[in-house]
């Protein structure tokens, strides 16, 4: 049973390139969430998905980012024009599609360094 | 938005002992997690409580939703509990966003 899968596990960019993260859900999971851990701080609610619906984006900043969770293949998060400031772990997570039991799995994350 | 607050910040411990962590939440609740991250950074799913007393070896949990309020027990400390412990909380309907706290960094050492 393999758990929530991300890639890459490490990524560096330079200021001013694009970021793609990737986040394979959990078998049987419908549901993504993207979250965003800034060095020594918690974790911060970004976006949330459903196959091929944003259900939730006010984590999201309005510029630069985006999410997609296509019918087929991994949900993406995007970064355009990376800044220093976007240096952070990037964790997705799944949940099953069940109301009453809404448990979330996380994955390993993705370490984004900007140079 | 939901506030969620973990006590204490830090806690240092000698191996073998006992501890009680602490989260409090401002609202309602249908989803509270407790997790672990690890020195690598990874998260571990620890328990998923939004109610009542839940136990997985060393480690218990209880949440009084009523209250407002969850705890995580951790008994006969190792090494390997060192970390950052995190209460996370959903909202009682709507969106199911977790909200997490800040965190206890827990040091255990030998």
């Known amino acids: 049973n393999a758990g929530v899968m991300q890639n890459p596990r490490h990524l560096v960019r330079r200021r001013g390139q694009e970021a793609r993260l990737r986040c394979s859900p959990m078998?049987?999971?419908?549901?993504v969430y993207w979250y965003r851990q800034l060095p020594e701080e918690g974790l911060k609610f970004m976006v949330y998905?459903?196959?091929?619906?944003?259900?939730?984006e006010s984590g999201m900043p309005k510029e630069r980012f985006s999410a997609e969770f296509p019918k087929e293949g991994p949900s993406i998060l995007r970064i355009q024009q990376v800044v220093r400031g976007d240096s952070a772990a990037y964790f997705c997570?799944?949940?099953?599609?069940?109301?009453?039991?809404?448990?979330?799995?996380f994955g390993p994350g993705t370490r984004l360094t900007v140079l | 938005g939901i506030q969620v607050e973990q006590s204490p910040p830090d806690l240092i411990l000698q191996e073998g002992a006992n501890s009680t962590l602490r989260c409090n939440f401002s609202?309602?609740?249908?989803?509270l997690q407790w997790f672990h991250q690890n020195p690598w950074g990874q998260l571990i799913n620890l328990f998923y409580?939004?109610?009542g007393t839940k136990q997985n070896g060393r480690l218990s949990a209880t949440t009084v939703a009523t209250e407002r309020y969850s705890l995580l027990y951790i008994s006969s400390s190792q090494t390997t509990d060192s970390g950052v412990y995190f209460c996370?909380?959903?909202?009682?309907?709507?969106?199911?966003?977790?909200?997490f706290g800040t965190g206890t960094r827990l040091t255990i050492i030998p």
């Open positions: 996370a909380v959903g909202p009682n309907f709507g969106n199911e966003k977790l909200t």
């Open positions: 409580i939004p109610s």
């Open positions: 998905l459903q196959k091929e619906n944003i259900i939730d």
């Open positions: 609202d309602s609740v249908n989803n």
């Open positions: 997570a799944s949940s099953p599609p069940v109301q009453a039991y809404n448990e979330q799995f």
């Open positions: 078998k049987g999971h419908s549901h």
